[in-house]
């Protein structure tokens, strides 16, 4: 019975120095493995393209070339392109329109794809038309680190026959979703002010809390026009 027993013993220790000796092996081999590394996303550096857009896009009918942008993200290569038509009259009418305009094409192995498109305008003013984007107002950004672009653009509207604040807008599009802020130039005469109203559209309340704040001080930089 004695030699049974021994027999027994020696093949549970034999089973336990495998078992730990697997063991170690496999921790061994966990611990060498190469750490999974995820991908960040980024948003590239922003290019200067206005001279090379004409060549590559058809310019609408009636608009003139304002600026043109690109850049890679997490969606492909994005060409943003802006027009303005200036004050124009339509034939067999007398007062002056002005139109301007935003689009996004994404360059593909096939060519460039419309992916939005932002219009605005004034019609048939008789008065001093205004409808224009604002010097170097074009902003690329990615505030939420999420390898999609946001571009924020502010521009003047206006038809008037005074010295008053032109209508101004922020308009901001994250992967085709629009958010605005609209409200009027401010006017600064001596120790008055003028206009400076503004109201965000409902649309942020749904956003990282980084679009607000960044499109509120975006608004503050432009339409501020002052007096003597």
């Known amino acids: 019975v004695a030699v049974k027993t021994d027999k027994l013993m020696v093949r549970i220790c034999v089973i336990l120095f495998f078992g730990v000796l697997l063991s170690c092996r ?56 802006l027009y303005e038509t200036g004050a124009y009259i339509e034939k067999g009418e007398t007062d002056a329109s002005a139109k301007l ?10 060519g460039f794809v ?15 038309i205004t409808c224009t984007f604002y010097d170097d107002h074009l902003s690329i950004t990615d505030l939420d680190s999420n390898g999609i672009a946001e571009i924020t653009m502010v521009y003047a509207l206006s038809c008037k026959g005074d010295v008053s604040p032109n209508e101004k807008k922020l308009i901001m599009y994250e992967a085709g979703k629009k958010y ?46 002052q007096y003597q």
């Open 26 to 81: 496999n921790k061994k081999q966990e611990s060498t493995a190469t750490p999974v590394v995820q991908e960040q996303k980024i948003v590239s550096e922003v290019e200067e393209v206005t001279a090379a857009v004409s060549a590559l896009l058809p310019l609408p009918s009636s608009y003139q070339l304002k600026r043109a942008k690109k850049w890679h993200d997490a969606l492909g290569e994005n060409w943003l392109v």
């Open 101 to 110: 305009s935003a689009v996004l094409y994404q360059k593909t192995d096939s």
């Open 114 to 128: 419309t992916k939005w498109k932002m219009k605005d305008y004034i019609s048939n003013c008789g008065l001093d």
């Open 180 to 225: 605005a802020i609209r409200g009027e130039e401010l006017m600064i005469l001596q120790q008055d002010t003028i206009g400076g109203s503004w109201k965000a559209d409902t649309a942020f309340s749904d956003a990282p809390k980084a679009f607000l704040s960044f499109a509120v001080e975006h608004w503050k930089k432009f339409g501020r026009q």
